[in-house]
Antibody, heavy 122, light 108 residues
Framework: EVQLVQSGAEVKKPGESLKISCKAY????????IGWVRQTPGKGLEWMGV????????RYSPSFQGHVTISADMSINTAYLEWRSLEAPDTATYYC???????????????WGQGTQVTVSS | EIVLTQSPGTLSLSPGDTATLSCRAS???????LGWYQQKPGQAPRLLIY???SRATGIPDRFSGSESGTDFTLTITRLEPEDFAVYYC?????????FGQGTKVEIK
């Protein structure tokens, strides 16, 4: 059974750094794109970026490029989302997502983690 | 960036009714790369439809998707109590991949 298990909720201050994780189970981690989606009450669901663990090819949404870093460690089947300097608007629920393989091109997100709540407040 | 506009914002229906949800794209969606998700309170979204019309694994056949140009529709026939939720469309044909703002299907 495919599972994406995310790290727990975080409360941080503006300017602090943070790295959240997503451990994958039940499939060949290195050959599926895996990434992150942000959800807020105001902006809804927003795609942030994806990584292909086998060669570390990364695609970022322009809205998030430069503000976050996506990475993956194939040795432990884990993907990461990292901030060097958090801001209050980063307060959100972050979902780890796996890109399906329904065609030779792109596919939607066929598996989601349980979500990690990140709160940034002074 | 492709903007997806979902309508209506809220749909009030009774169990057994048919729900028709709309998702309009601001421009053509490449290869019909349009998906639909269901989200219940406190849960992550769940994939229902991919490629505009194909059901994901384990999704009942009362869920169906269709497309006409830049207009996409999710139809849910014979609404079950567990179908009352928020539904989102997403295009993954052009970067950045984008989501609609959601349609809430609530019990009348």
């Amino acid at each position: 059974e495919v599972q994406l298990v995310q790290s727990g909720a975080e409360v941080k201050k503006p300017g602090e750094s943070l790295k959240i994780s997503c451990k994958a189970y039940g499939y060949n981690f290195k050959i599926y794109w895996i990434g992150w989606v942000r959800q807020t009450p105001g902006k809804g669901l927003e795609w942030m970026g994806v990584i292909y663990p086998d060669d570390s090819d990364i695609r970022y949404s322009p809205s998030f490029q430069g503000h976050v870093t996506i990475s993956a460690d194939m040795s432990i089947n884990t993907a990461y989302l990292e901030w060097r300097s958090l801001e209050a608007p980063d307060t959100a629920t972050y979902y780890c997502v796996r890109v399906g393989r329904f065609s030779s091109g792109w596919s939607p997100f066929d598996h989601w983690g349980q979500g990690t709540q990140v709160t940034v407040s002074s | 960036e492709i903007v997806l506009t979902q309508s209506p914002g809220t749909l009030s229906l009774s169990p057994g009714d048919t729900a028709t949800l709309s998702c309009r794209a601001s421009q053509s969606v490449s290869f019909s790369y349009l998906g639909w998700y269901q989200q219940k309170p406190g849960q992550a979204p769940r994939l229902l439809i991919y490629g505009a019309t194909s059901r994901a694994t384990g999704i009942p056949d009362r869920f169906s998707g269709s497309e006409s140009g830049t207009d996409f529709t999710l139809t849910i026939t014979r609404l079950e109590p567990e179908d009352f939720a928020v539904y989102y469309c997403q295009q993954y044909g052009s970067s950045p991949w984008t989501f609609g703002q959601g349609t809430k299907v609530e019990i009348k």
